[in-house]
């Protein structure tokens, strides 16, 4: 028998066409991350980034195959600077880049606008933080959240007024924006319905900083719980006044007065355990391990602790990446029908999606203060 031998220039020449077609064979997955940055949040914004690159480092050395082949997951990182404006141009350059899905944004006021421009180019986008209800309202079959919204902030609040401070009576106070008035309503309606009775209901201004009117026709009704619908730049001038007219209830809001700074802003006005307010996210005690875990891998890695959102957008992007692969393909068309009917576990809990796009059952953790220091309370549904 007649055998031909290879030459070394002959079988190194196979090995790299062999090479070069295993290569032709990996495909790339380019997935957006949009935060601010930049700006005065870029604290945030940048911690989110970095749980979104934990995640597609994380994918990649699993070594996923889509459709039979060997996939390479890039992250493709935006600055937002938390500006709408701003925001739509990213989305925009994105759509442009062909990218299979986005994770983002941050913020209500950049999520919106830009959420519309992926509905129209059938890009899956999966906000961390996002908590206006208006987001998910919008009829866009692309649009999710990770994150509980301000409905079921307002709600959580108001069975929690009811069923743990046994509170009788609310009086009302929202500050006419889109946020606060929202979130009143969702307070009063729960409220309402665990058997509670709203004395009443006024509504001011994002400006104002003057309550005394309205906190001296509250004080007549003697109400157990004061919840007011807006940011802290009004909620600490009006625990002042409270104060003033010896108003004791209870100060209730969500999480726009739920800040480090709000006792600043109200002074020595603040009893122990007196305000009550909620912020989305948090994990019931069942699954405190696996959210450690995420935090001592962070960590390690970046050598500094979680802000807020970097395991709800590594949980977010791990979600995406989970239709994909439920889908056998990074195609827009063909993940998103899997997407929309999810079940993953996360880092943060159980991530399903209504028909909205918001989370099923979405956490939200209530806080207290105490001296200047806020102490966390309870995770709630």
Known sequence: MHTTKMT?????????????????????????????????????????????????????????TLDG???RFVL????????PKQATTVAQKLVDAKVAGVIGHVNSG????????????GIPQISPSTTSAKYTQQGFNTTFRVVANDSQLGSA??????????AKTAAVIDDRTAYGQGLAEEFSKAAKAAGMTIVASQFTNDKATDFNAILTSFKAKQPDVVFFGGLDAGAGPMLRQMKQLGIKAKFMGGDAICTSTLPK?????????????????GVEESGKKALDGFKTAYKIKYGKDVVIYAPYTYDALMTMADAMQKAKSADPKKYLPELAKIHHQGVTGMIAFDAKGDIKDGTITLYTYRGALRSQLAVTK
């Open 8 to 64: 070394p220039l002959a079988a190194a020449a196979i090995a790299l066409s062999l090479a070069a077609s295993a290569h032709a064979q990996e495909q790339v997955v380019k997935i957006a991350h949009v935060a601010p940055t930049t700006g005065p949040i870029a604290q945030i914004g940048k911690d989110n980034e970095n749980g979104a690159r934990m995640a597609i480092e994380e994918l990649n050395a699993q070594g996923i």
């Open 69 to 71: 082949k060997k996939t």
């Open 76 to 83: 493709v990182a935006e600055d937002d600077a938390s500006d």
């Open 110 to 121: 950049t999520s919106i606008p830009a959420s519309k421009i992926y509905y129209d180019a």
């Open 157 to 166: 609040l108001g069975r929690y007024a009811a069923n743990t401070l046994h």
């Open 265 to 281: 802003l109200a002074g020595d006005s603040i009893s122990n355990d007196q305000v009550i307010c909620a912020e989305a996210g």
